[in-house]
């Protein structure tokens, strides 16, 4: 075996979950979403987003609408589409994103900069005026997402023309000489995106002015006292300090989640790519601290990050409210990509785990199993009368909707669900690792000797998975396997034969070395029992309260199911939980049904504080679970919650 | 017996509890807060309320500051102060308080007007421009209610002429004839001191004004939509519609609690106040209505009214989160006094079971044990970081405060626990009403036959309640005793003989009715058992929780007698709760221990999730609860909850 260094295959999904999944985005979202960037969504909020790029590159006349990041979504929805075109060629889908290109192109001005919102609006003077909240450098870096991606899929070079040319010109306006603006941008993106745009055009530089943008940051003194701020549109309070926009420390100073949770996510990617590039060892010690952080600290059971609404950011530790909580669809995808690269710097299955819990669970509940509505915020306990009436849940919708007026998560989930793909083989110097588990197929070509990976599984509905490799010439490499975390107990063959004892497992992986043979099998049985999950006792939220977990999945009840009044039920944990269909459900969904407790009521109900009687007689009820990702796709607005108390 | 129907007899407390509690704001509080409105508290914010009337008046210069309604503090401090005033008379005092009356005059207008906002402001072309916000009837009515308050005690009419003059003026501003106001307050108060204005001067009319602005709110189109709301201090939003001001609907056709707490609860006591003159039974049926909808679905179990904080507002049926919840001091206040006026109109014993509860829990609270310091928000749960931290707690203030910088609870909760000793018992036609239980003495003058009432107990701190009747001769005439509603067992004696059999309970009274003697004793012996409380299962917030209850005392723990982290506790209901006394309490305070469960940790403290164990083990700790109302008096900023999770 001989890739180059933690190269990620190519996988293609063939059937199941993650077939379903990528079509729903390849065959319903994509060509959804063109349609709401185009304002052709009746009774959704207009994106204009295309509009705009028309009229930045003035072939119409109007006023240029949307937020001030509209763009985003447009460079987004191209990498998505980009994707797209590897599991389904379409010349349509690649004449729109070709005309796209040749709008972004026209509309970009002479000396590079791309932005509808400066250019079409005659704010051309005002540029980088204000890059706390201006968000040009996170536009430039979802475009440059979008050109590498465009390029990677189809070799097409004008938009990653477009964008070096931009880049180049960005690189000559930052910096510390002389008449260069000495900032960095309130939103991270660019960096990561940079990093990207050097890998595609093998131009170290974009990825050196990436690494400007990470080690200038938090050294620049009243970064924060920008024009939004001066202006009043950034509240003048303590939750929107510097530190909200991790820019008040240098970055391997900063030590646990902090600020806006998206905007840190994208940040700690880009410090992740320039550690895989630096080997700067500060810059790693860091990031560890702030994964631990994280993930011991702030981390909800679906993956969502954010519990803290006002300004979409994170609260202090263990504060993890269930119903107010932000826990943005677009929070977890960086999570997803933060541990990605984190598992590109060290072979952990942790990284694997989180990065699984976040896409099976906070992901892909932001878009319903359709692909054509979505959740913001994706909350962990609804109750549908009061989300409607409290004002601290005005940010919480109640059911999924067809558009925002800030859209940046939709076309988020798109791009990321179909990028996904990329995450789940890689290959090294030393072998093959499976970190996910799909039925389809992955290729890696080494020293012309190309290994086909053919994962036959029905994961995550079972554990159950058979790997065929299939090669030109037989060649000893090891094959290394993630155990999840949730999974306790397992088996494993290869060719029928238990290979347990002369396996070994290390952090979360088990390796199997030896010399491989065409259509060589490995047998792995993941045990996937339903688990009562409980939550560390800092949590006050969660205390007395489970919820439940099988495999990959975080299950939630609905009111479609049970009924009103799901708090009234506590579970029964000395009882096993069975699996279940449900034909209210997508074919295949394993639902789970458990047993509850409820008290009989014993006073007057109308009577709102009564005394307690402990011998009073108890219910039982049957209560169905379905997985968390799937929670609001029957009935619109009905009560949700994953955390039940226990009845002992 | 033959004394005017419902007569509020003037009880003055001896020893104990009310002592303590009275005492505490004649020698305390008062003198405090008159230096708070002075400014004379390093560190507390600028009250003015006092120099601004002496700009008003003409005396000095200066700006004009605070809250527009910054005058009603001085008017329930003249309120306040006036009640002291019968306790302890105080010649210095009532020389402040006539110097105030001096300057209040002074900054009268020719045409009776008395507002400084708009005299010293020289905004006085603007008045009457907001109703909705303007809170200038506000001003006047508790103004009104200092002058009733001081010429009732002390005799002295400058105060009462000059409100007299200035409620003349407020009618022929208001009305529904060519030239006048068509439009009411958006903030109720005006209505029932002008009951209280007809009541000490003898004069209808004021009555009358009164009901004319109970009659006509909700049947002016478009009221909201004044001056504020047209300037944008008013959010254009849902939560401030015209029900938010009570003024959607004639208040005939209300049926809930709705909008602002406050407003709600002085309307309603308008209400009463109307009907008790005008028998109109379709507001009674309301005001019964509406009674039952805050009782039943709105109110903490402290007494604590308006669970939504955005606009300090009630929230839909049954919500009552514990920890973001508004719970004015000035709200318990309201629905105190809405209480008392309901009891005068029909004796029930459950007006007076609620007016106690708010009295001995959500009022007490808003006051430190030495009156110096305040709550305006008085949680059931607090978790300190937590609340220093989020948003959505900025408004509960984790430790008692010097002063506000809109400070209604401070001067409303000085008045009104002295106010409190005229509501304990009353007289009718039909004999003697003991609503409440205190230390001290009432006397009834009935037909030139003194009936000197004397109570003896340790109230709440005990059941046992001695009443001696003393008078010049002897009498048939019934007694009243209210049995609290939280008392299932009691025995009831007269001169030493059991009389329950021959006693009639109806309504929570007891009835003794039998020619009274002087010096007869009647030994009331209420068993006061730790209680624990659960919820009604309709409010989810307090799912498989009970509070402890002894008494009329709810109690809650604190972090400073019981560590950190109370969440992890569940009460052991099987045990019985024991009384201890405290020394870090004040003397005679009755606290109670508890026994309670944890469950000891199974998983890496690192972990965040982890699976439940059901046969753990669990550790055990005794819980120590402190009356709520005496929370926050110790250690600042610590811990605090009423509401704790079961164990079985």
Known sequence: MNTTKDTALQFTPAAGFWKERTDAVIYKAIPYQWKALNNEIPGAPGSHAVQN???????????????????????????????????????????????????????????????????????????????????????????????????????????????????????????????????????????????????????????????????????VPNFHIGKAAMEGMIPKTRWFGSDYYLADKPVREMTNAQGHAVRAMYLYCAMADQYMMTKDEPLLAALKKIWGNVVQ?????????????????????????????????????????WAWRMLSIEKKGIYADIMEKAVFNGILSGMSLDGTKYFYVNPLKLLPEVTKFRHDHAHVAPERVSWFDCA???????????????????????????????????????????????????????????????????????????????????????NKNPILDSAHKNNGYICIRREWHSNDIITLKLEMEVRFIQTNSNVSENAGKIALQRGPLIYCAEETDNGKGLHLYSIKTGKKACLVQDSSLPSGTIAIEAEASFEKDTADPKDLYFEYVSDREMGSKTLRFIPYYQWGNRKPGNEMSVWFNISH
């Open 53 to 219: 790029f028309k009229i930045a590159a003035g072939e119409v006349k109007g006023e240029r609408k949307g937020t001030i990041f509209q763009d985003s979504d447009i460079a987004k929805w191209i990498e998505a589409a980009a994707y797209s075109l590897r599991f389904k060629p379409d010349a349509e889908l690649e004449g729109i994103i070709d005309e796209l290109v040749r709008l972004i192109e026209k509309s970009q001005m002479s000396d590079g900069y791309v932005n509808t919102y400066f250019i079409a609006s005659s704010k051309t003077s005002e540029r980088w005026s204000d890059l706390v909240m201006g968000h040009e450098l996170y536009c430039a870096g979802h475009m440059i997402e979008a050109a590498v991606a465009y390029f990677n899929v189809t070799g097409k070079r004008t938009l990653l023309t477009v964008m070096c040319r931009y880049a180049d010109y960005i690189g000559t306006v930052f910096g510390q000489g002389e008449n260069q603006n000495p900032g960095f941008d309130g939103h991270p993106e660019i960096e990561l995106a940079l990093h990207r745009l050097a890998e595609a055009t093998g131009n170290k530089k974009y990825a050196e002015l990436a690494n400007y943008f990470v080690d200038i940051r938090g050294s």
């Open 297 to 337: 600290k702030h981390l909800y059971i679906t993956g969502g990050l954010g519990s803290h609404p006002y300004g979409e950011r994170f609260s202090i530790d263990y504060d993890l409210p269930n119903d107010t909580c932000y826990t943005e669809t677009c929070a977890s995808i960086g999570l997803a990509m």
């Open 408 to 494: 940046c998560c939709p076309t988020n989930a798109a791009r990321f669900i179909l990028q996904f793909t990329e995450y789940l083989c890689s290959a090294d110097t030393d072998g093959l690792w499976i970190h996910h588990f799909a039925q389809g197929r992955a290729a890696a070509v080494v020293d012309e000797n190309t290994i086909q990976l053919e994962m036959k599984t029905n994961y995550p509905w079972d554990g159950d998975v058979d790997i065929r490799l299939v090669m030109d010439k037989s060649e000893e490499f090891s094959v290394y396997l993630r155990i999840p975390h949730w999974c306790s107990k397992y088996t494993l063959e290869v």
